[in-house]
């Protein structure tokens, strides 16, 4: 399943992006519950991002196999960027990790570093967190942890109440990622999330 997002009014200026979001739960995929993750991802890069977006959601279980196989489809597909959410911890049914490595080109240590010190200001057990992230041709492949609370925080980082950065989100550095790699230049709203590039990776902001 693929929809379009953030089209409406917005000028050829802001490049177009395809990004893939995967849902990785046994109980979600198969009905037991609702799924939250994929509405949580879509909702924040909506919010977060300036270019027209086209998702491709895929809801699967916790198989490695079909974990990685539906990475390589996306990024196939040309998704810039894929996201995951869930499946990222040590119990024997969560193997995302290993599914993600199994398919990358580069591994981007640094995410996953990041990730766990914004969760380690909530929780001790972030240390068993085991995200991800890698590169894959041109594509950025990351992941994150399963509750949409906790998608928002590891993204956008935290702020104190004047709603200054305290902790810097991962996406800060997503955009300048994907351009070294040679993907679409992505915009960020800043009152959500400030992308860092470089003055020489910059381009004029548009209105």
Known sequence: MSSAANTAG??????????????????????VYEDKGLPALKDWLSRALRNPITFEARLI???????????????????????????????????????????????????????????LKFVPTAILSRQVAVIRGSSLILNLPGQPKAIAETLEGLKNAAGESIVPGIFAAVPYCIDLIGGPYLETDDAVCKAFRPKSAQRPKAD
């Open 10 to 31: 917005d000028a050829p200026r802001f490049d177009a992006v395809r990004i893939g979001i995967v849902s990785v739960s046994d109980r979600a995929s198969s009905g």
């Open 61 to 119: 279980p916790d198989e490695q196999a079909a974990i990685s196989a539906t990475l390589i489809e996306l990024v196939d597909a040309g998704c810039a960027l894929v996201l995951t959410t869930g499946g990222t911890g040590p119990a024997l049914r969560d193997v995302t990790p290993e599914a993600t490595l199994a398919v990358a080109h580069k591994e981007m240590p640094g995410f996953g570093e990041q990730m766990r010190q914004i969760s």
